[in-house]
């Protein structure tokens, strides 16, 4: 498996627990919109600990981008990737995953199950073909959205946050569930793009097929 060593060129805070890592692109690296890659940290104790995470910059960026959500509580790799700063080191492999753009759909994600989706959304955008697209954002709270003005800007009318523990009268409520879908997707016959808690994406990979979805036009990562 081939391996990089990159140095951190900057981190940037996009929420509470969230931040955008910009690392040192290696010569030739390449990746579709949507594919991860496995990470390490490169220190003692840390350089088996791999874990996968979504590119979220566009292959002609000069660096690379990883946005990662931290779980203090786990004491993990999110943890300790918190505590590095730029400069510090990490370890990168091959590109790999199943999320790729076909068609204009609507892409659903869970907290951050977003990721996948900000370098296909960022590349429509440059590419002035976001068209019809829909994204459908469930989070906690407002304050756990990432990259909100940014979500606006690309998708403006056609991105819906969901809250699932505030009342907010800007935003919708509750799951997204069979009763929400029903109600805020007109067609399903259009792909549909799904990332999220494993548990989110299971029931919703089964609701979408209940509702008329083809399987084949689902797409989440197996």
Same mark, same amino acid.
């Not at 990883?66 to 990737?81: A, C, Q, R």
């Given at each position: ?114 990721? !996948? ?57 509750? !799951? ?14 259009? !792909? ?22 083809? !399987? ?7």
């Amino acid at each position: 498996m081939e391996q990089h060593i990159v140095s951190i060129l900057s981190i940037q805070d996009v929420t509470h627990d969230v931040r955008a890592y910009r690392l040192e692109k290696p010569a030739g690296y390449h990746f579709v919109p949507g594919q991860a890659t496995d990470v390490a940290i490169d220190k003692e104790g840390w350089r088996d600990e791999k874990r996968p995470f979504t590119l979220t910059g566009l292959n002609e960026y000069p660096y690379l981008e990883f946005t990662i959500k931290s779980y203090p509580d786990h004491h993990g790799v999110t943890n300790e990737l918190y505590k590095l700063k730029a400069g510090d080191q990490l370890i990168l492999h091959d590109v790999w995953g199943a999320i790729a753009y076909k068609s204009p759909g609507c892409f659903i994600a869970g907290g951050a199950g977003i990721t !996948p989706f900000i370098a296909i959304l960022r590349q429509l955008h440059k590419d002035k073909t976001i068209g019809q697209n829909q994204l459908f954002f469930s989070n906690k709270t407002a304050g756990d959205i990432i990259y909100h003005e940014e979500l606006d800007s690309i998708l403006r009318q056609n991105v819906h946050y969901v809250l699932t523990k505030e009342n907010n009268p800007s935003y919708l409520t509750g !799951p997204i569930d069979k009763t929400f879908l029903q109600r805020e997707v007109k067609d399903f016959s259009r !792909p549909f793009y799904v990332c999220g808690p494993d548990q989110m994406v299971k029931d919703l990979t089964r609701i979408l097929g209940e509702l008329g979805a083809r !399987p084949d036009s689902v797409v989440f990562e197996k």
